[in-house]
């Protein structure tokens, strides 16, 4: 930042990133943020973390993170934070609020690395109030699951300034294949393309599979069978297996898929403008059903309940009609 004192490169970017040096932030340590932070730590990162609820965050401690007291503390300590957070309303509230937010304490030369799912409009935003105090931020989304968070294979999707994505590779290359995706943004608006294609895919497994029990077919050996054709994909390795084995907790709650839908139906501003996704627009209705049958918590291959309560409902009336009741 032209005037500032500090000196940037031998505080955070240019400066080589490296295990031992290069001191890491983490605000967000849930399912996917968790095991990321970790996967850090083991690589040999100083990592200080922050969570509302202190308790969360005891694995990570015991990992031998430190933890502070607010996202500003954790910035304060720290070369490169970043967030992994439920949506842009805890975005706003980690990064931007002004005495606690993390850019409230992330000095220049920092980099702050948004992984939220979130609004592209806010990663343009927060990439400006960053450049304002002489920091830089990139939004990088990622897609994998927890499965991918847990074993270091994510697809990063990173937007921002293409050198300080090139910088941020040591630490990357943990978690991830990063991929430059162009400016401020675009890293949201890929993540949100790539939430439509894996809701469409997620739909297309469960009808699959809720036709294949309707049929008395094993299930099993169905999976296995499709997995070595033109429908064998991530997406049915990971869901498919996890709706026939009725494994509906595992990861994320259903919730963030149809907030990232929701993005896609609602931008109003940017060039992700709302466009007619007829497709989006089906799939968010599909497992908002989820929320309003209480199922909310369960992962998005719970979505198969929800064909399971339709075909009852439809047994139900065929057979009302056949009886003439």
């Known amino acids: 930042m032209e005037g500032s ?22 605000i967000g340590i849930g399912v996917m943020g968790g095991a990321m932070a970790t996967r850090l730590l083991a690589a040999g990162f100083t990592v200080t973390t922050y969570a509302r609820t202190p308790a969360k965050a005891s694995t990570l401690v015991i990992a ?17 934070v970043f967030t992994m957070v439920g949506n842009p309303r805890d ?69 921002g300034e293409e050198a300080v994505v ?22 949201q608006s890929s993540k949100i393309a790539n939430q439509i294609a894996v ?16 049929a008395g077919l094993d ?7 499709m997995s070595k054709g033109v429908a064998g994909s991530r997406v049915m390795d990971i869901f498919g297996e996890r709706m026939r084995s009725r494994e509906f907790a595992s990861g994320g709650s259903v919730r963030y898929i149809i907030k990232d839908l929701g993005m896609a139906l609602e931008a109003e501003e940017g060039p992700e403008e709302a466009k007619a996704l007829p497709g989006a627009a089906i799939f968010r209705q599909m497992f908002s059903a989820m929320v309003a049958n ?27 009609c056949h009886t003439g009741t």
């Open 294 to 320: 209480g199922d909310g918590d369960m992962g998005m291959q719970g979505l198969i309940t929800v064909f399971e309560r339709l075909n009852r409902k439809q047994g139900r009336c065929l057979s009302e």
């Open 64 to 80: 031998g993170a430190s933890l502070a007291d607010s996202p500003a503390s954790v910035a304060a300590a720290s070369d490169v």
């Open 166 to 187: 090139t910088w941020l590779a040591p630490l990357f290359a943990h978690l991830g294949r990063p991929t430059y995706m162009g400016p401020p943004g675009s890293g």
């Open 5 to 26: 004192k500090v000196d940037t490169a031998a505080y955070g970017f240019p400066a080589p990133v490296r295990p031992g040096v290069t001191r890491v932030g983490w």
């Open 91 to 159: 975005v706003r509230a980690v990064v931007l609020v002004a005495d606690s937010g993390a850019l409230a304490g992330l000095r220049p030369g920092g980099v702050l690395v948004d992984c939220t799912s979130s609004s592209p409009s806010l990663a343009r935003e927060v990439d400006d109030t960053a450049g304002a105090v002489g920091c830089y931020a990139v939004d990088s989304p990622v897609s994998g699951g927890d499965v991918g968070a847990r074993d270091g294979t994510l697809a990063i999707l990173a937007g």
């Open 219 to 225: 299930t099993r050996l169905l999976l296995d069978a």
């Open 199 to 214: 809701a469409g895919a997620v739909v297309g497994a469960t009808e699959a599979l809720a036709f294949a029990n309707a």
